[in-house]
């Protein structure tokens, strides 16, 4: 498997050109595309139809050129909310599985997977658990590679609206916006049944966004009004790659975990120069305190704390590598231990040294 990584500035949630260059050039083959995760300015609440718009857009341009039934294929992967220094753009991932030539090494390998629909009684629940730890199983098969070589699961989970809480009376809340944490929860703890890092038998109903201390290392989930579904995308590292670009991770314990930043980008065996993208979890603490100290992030009425929490880690982040174009989403339910979250690196190999 060749792998192969586009990251590409955008200057509003429709704005193609700089992918419509990189086809035009030859050199992204849209056949190729696998995934593509995006960052749009949005408020990344419920009513944040920027990640529909991106995705309506994407589509649109890629079905006369692919079929739509290749199109569909894809994993979209929309996360509203630049705030601060966050600058607007979207991933692209490719994946060649024939004619490849040369010799292998350690680089990535990634798998993707679309969950069935979810009723709106499901979201939120032990069943939406159960699909989505059958479904990463299932990418994790697709990229060839076991659990220990994972580094980041990115996932698109479907929320609950006044709408949709009116086809059934069971639903997890009557809360919106309470429902994204509930689906974006849920989906982690899926993520953490299928790599082994909760126990099976060990996770009840009562747990989901409850017991913070059951979570995944490497699940990234972000929730949307935009599918009903779950899109799953997993990333790791395999010795059988063909690809120029390898994944390392870390785990920020809180906002302000710089250290985590730098071992991540050690564990993808990079540098600040080679880093193609970061993506990463942000998260207020629930505790209403970061190294001691209070913060006010969700007493605040007027700016939702998942945005502020985007600002604070993407001011991290883009400081220590030099760059405000990175992936960061609120809401780290299950996705880390409270108030930190997943960081993930995705680096370019040096080129081979010739003989």
Do not use: W
Request: aromatic share 4%; glycine share 10%.
């Amino acid at each position: 498997m060749k792998v192969d990584v586009f990251k590409i500035p955008q200057a509003a949630p429709d704005d193609l050109s700089g992918l419509i260059n990189l086809v035009a050039q030859g050199v992204i083959d849209p056949k190729t595309i696998v995934a593509i995760m995006g960052k749009t300015e949005g408020n990344g609440c419920v009513n944040d139809f920027t990640r529909g718009f991106a995705v309506a857009t994407l589509k649109g341009y890629l079905q006369p050129l692919i079929t739509p039934a290749l199109a569909d294929q894809i994993v979209y992967v929309m996360s509203g909310g630049t705030e601060g220094v966050l600058s607007p753009h979207m991933t692209v991932f490719t994946r060649q599985l024939e004619n490849l030539e040369g010799s292998t090494q350690l680089g990535l390998t990634l798998g993707v997977y679309h969950t069935r629909d979810f009723l709106v009684d499901e979201i939120g629940t032990l069943t939406m658990v159960n699909v989505v730890a059958d479904g990463v199983r299932r990418a994790i098969s697709a990229a060839h590679i076991s659990p220990q070589d994972v580094h980041f699961v990115q996932i698109k989970c479907p929320l609950l609206t006044a709408s949709r809480n009116a086809q059934s009376n069971n639903t997890i809340t009557q809360d919106s916006y309470k429902s994204m944490a509930y689906s974006r929860g849920a989906s982690a703890l899926g993520v953490a049944l299928a790599l082994g890092e909760i126990p099976p038998g060990k996770l009840t109903a009562a747990d989901i966004c409850t017991n913070y201390d059951l979570y995944s290392s490497v699940a990234s989930t972000s929730a949307g009004v935009e599918l009903k579904n779950c899109e799953i995308l997993v990333l790791g590292n395999s010795p059988n790659s063909h690809s120029n670009y390898r994944i390392g991770h870390s785990v920020m314990a809180h906002a302000l975990d710089i250290d985590a930043v730098t071992r991540a980008i050690e564990s993808a065996q990079g540098s600040t120069d080679s880093i193609v993208n970061v993506l990463a979890k942000a998260e207020a603490s629930p505790s209403g305190d970061i190294l001691g100290r209070r913060h006010t992030m969700l007493d605040d009425s007027d700016i939702n704390h998942t945005r502020m929490a985007r600002a604070v880690v993407g001011a991290v982040v883009a400081a220590a590598v030099q760059d405000p174009m990175v992936y960061i989403s609120g809401g780290s339910e299950h996705q880390g231990p409270p108030g930190g979250g997943p960081i993930a690196m995705i680096s370019e190999l040096p080129p081979p040294l010739q003989n």
